[in-house]
């Protein structure tokens, strides 16, 4: 996985800071979460005077934070898996 720094951002907000919540805050850490990639990913409902190209490099934030998720979720130190 490359080191990126949108892969250490995510790596230290999504992992690092859900280490040792219990079930309940965990639930709504994750909740949070996956709410603010939502509203990246639909900026004509948050932003809806923004510029096009402001709506557009939000959705690409949210694809390119979505992507570094599923590398860091998918990481594994066994590469046969």
Do not use: K, N, Y
């Not at 490359?2 to 230290?12: D, G, I, N, R, Y």
């Not at 939502?38 to 096009?52: F, I, K, N, S, Y």
């Amino acid at each position: 996985m490359p080191a990126l720094p949108l892969h250490m951002l995510v790596q230290q907000l999504l992992l690092g800071r859900t280490e040792g919540l219990s079930g309940p805050q965990l639930a709504a850490f994750l909740s949070g979460w996956t709410s603010v990639l939502e509203l990246l990913r639909r900026p004509e409902l948050c932003v809806p005077d923004a510029a096009p190209e402001v709506q557009e490099a939000l959705r690409s934030l949210a694809e390119q934070i979505e992507r570094a998720q599923a590398e860091i979720l998918s990481d594994d130190d066994d590469p046969d898996l």
